[in-house]
């Protein structure tokens, strides 16, 4: 099967961009990567009216220290994220997290901001940004506004973004010292079946500080497993505390039973994987 009919812009400006996202009302959809976009046009699961292609928009492609933070541009691809020293440097979970999205042709043109805007909750990128507490700016003819990616995934494949508002860039605050990441599937670079990121800071006195243990393809969105990280704030890691931990995290999800898994094999996958990524951070044995 092949698309529907649509109309196809190439801007040559932000603001032209959301012009046009304006006029076409919700109708239109903006083409960066087409990694997700196109396949779901060509089983016609999304007819837009229009599609707006911002492969010139040269600005929405730019990596940026800023202080602590770190800005990805939208338009910043998974091959960029793979081999550019300064995310390596400032971003190694992105650099884990990377080898698990696609294949060698996905990465070569599929976007950061593709993959927050398409929402997949099994997606790699989606989790990494939620579990380092990044933030989106958004665009649109009435102005700009930020919003945290915990507020920014409503639902499977569903985002708060206005349907007139392009993806600007990402930010990540400072990338804690310490982190490890886990993805179960079927096979290699399949969609996860379940997958854990946790990063962490330790303190001189041993205590672990700004635990965040992020859980894809258990719910309808990327969580953070809020419980399992207040029973690791402050603590040692002692082995009775990371079972306690993994534990809470496999009670709270809501999984879903398909193809891949049972709801059943998701939670057990979960307590096995966010206690192995949390001993991982505890021995300092994370791939880096």
Not at 100 to 106: A, E, K, L, P, T
Not at 141 to 169: H, I, N, Q, W
Not at 268 to 282: C, F, G, N, P, S
Request: hydrophobic share 40%.
């Amino acid at each position: 099967m092949k698309a529907a009919d649509f109309i196809y812009h190439r801007p040559d400006s932000i603001d032209e961009t959301v012009g046009l996202l304006d006029d076409y009302a919700g109708n239109a959809r903006i083409l960066a990567g087409g990694q997700s976009i196109i396949p779901m046009m060509n089983l016609r699961l999304w007819r837009p009216s229009a599609l707006i292609d911002i492969e010139r928009l040269a600005e929405l492609d730019g990596i940026e220290p800023r202080g602590d933070d770190t800005i990805l541009g939208a338009m910043v691809r998974y091959r960029t994220i793979e081999t550019h020293s300064l995310v390596a440097e400032r971003l190694p979970l992105l650099v884990r997290m990377i080898h698990f999205v696609g294949d060698r042709q996905v990465r070569n043109r599929g976007t950061l901001g593709g993959s927050l805007m398409q929402a997949d909750p099994t997606g790699e990128m989606p989790l990494a940004a939620l579990t380092l507490g990044a933030e989106v700016t958004l665009y649109s003819v009435t102005g700009t506004r930020t919003m945290a990616l915990e507020d920014f995934f409503v639902g499977s494949y569903a985002t708060a973004a206005e349907p007139d508002e392009v993806l600007l860039k990402v930010r990540y605050p400072r990338h804690p010292e310490h982190f490890a990441f886990y993805e179960v599937n079927r096979r290699h670079n399949d969609f996860a079946i379940v997958s854990v990121a946790v990063v962490a800071d330790r303190g001189s006195n041993g205590a672990w500080q700004g635990v965040r243990i992020g859980l894809g393809g258990v719910d309808e969105t990327p969580v953070l497993a809020r419980e399992a990280m207040s029973t690791a704030e402050g603590s040692d890691l002692s082995d009775t505390v990371i079972a306690e931990a993994a534990r809470v995290a496999s009670e709270f999800i809501n999984p879903a039973t398909d193809i891949r898994a049972s709801e059943a094999y998701r939670r057990h996958l979960t307590e096995i994987y966010v206690a192995r990524a949390m001993r991982d951070l505890r021995d300092e044995t994370a791939v880096k």
